[in-house]
């Protein structure tokens, strides 16, 4: 939980990368750097059994500190909200616990306290859940097979921007795809507070065959590091104009 702020990637796919880094290393490194990797798998309405693809799907978000889910596209948007806001309690349950620890011992946690303090300290991470500043960035896979999901994850990203911003704390999300046309990911949506624009930019999605998983979500993870620079050298010019008055 660096700068305050929580950082979170949400990926959505549809099953097994195949080209590049193994993604499950990406995403811990990512959560190295303070962001939770949250992965939602998706299936067709029609399919009876998760493909073996699909396990990779609990790799990448155990290993990104992360939520994972698997779902049918019928179900999407409700899930979508879920998982960001239960990444959202695990994140600072886990930033509660490690402050708690310092103050009380290392080998306490908000499991040992006795109920009434439990409830207590629950209260305040609840608090955090609505207060802390929230930035989501949004990876989805537009490998050939995810063509017809595309329509669904729209709905389901509007959803959640509205959902998302009746909290206090302020929300910022951005959405890339990947495989981009001659990069690992591609630009869709830039940052900003609500999304409910998305829909202009979502039919300039072209599906591709190949999935680079692992690449894609380390490129992810530098852009949330490109923004704190963008915003640092703002603030620097901003501190450089009213010194010499303009």
């Known amino acids: 939980m660096k700068n305050g702020s929580l950082k979170q990637i949400l990926l959505l796919t549809d099953g097994c990368s195949n080209k590049g880094e193994d993604p499950s290393a990406t995403a811990a490194l990512a959560y190295q750097q303070g962001i939770t990797v949250n992965v939602i798998g998706i299936l067709e309405d029609d399919q009876t059994e998760s493909p073996d693809g699909l396990q990779e799907v609990e790799d990448i978000a155990l290993s990104g500190g992360g939520v994972s889910q698997i779902v049918y596209s019928e179900s999407l948007s409700q899930t979508v909200q879920m998982v960001t806001k239960q990444a959202m309690n695990q994140t600072l349950q886990g930033f509660v616990n490690k402050e708690l620890r310092q103050i009380l011992g290392s080998d306490q946690g908000i499991e040992d306290l006795d109920p009434e303090k439990r409830g ?66 591609q630009l869709v949506f830039d940052w900003s507070p609500k999304l ?51």
């Open 196 to 246: 409910d624009t998305i829909s202009t930019v979502f039919p300039k999605l072209t599906s591709g065959g190949i999935t680079p998983t692992g690449p894609a979500i380390r490129e992810a993870m530098y852009q949330f590091g490109k923004k704190s620079l963008l915003r640092s050298f703002r603030h620097e010019d901003e501190s450089g104009m009213e010194e010499t008055g303009y």
């Open 120 to 185: 207590e300290i629950m209260e305040v991470v609840e608090d955090l859940g609505e207060t802390s500043d929230l930035e989501v960035l949004v990876l989805v896979d537009t490998s050939a097979s995810m063509h017809n999901k595309l329509p669904t994850v729209k709905e389901a990203l509007v959803d959640l921007s509205i959902s998302l911003n009746s909290r206090i704390g302020r929300n910022k999300f951005c959405i890339y795809s990947f495989p981009g046309k001659r990069k690992d990911i």
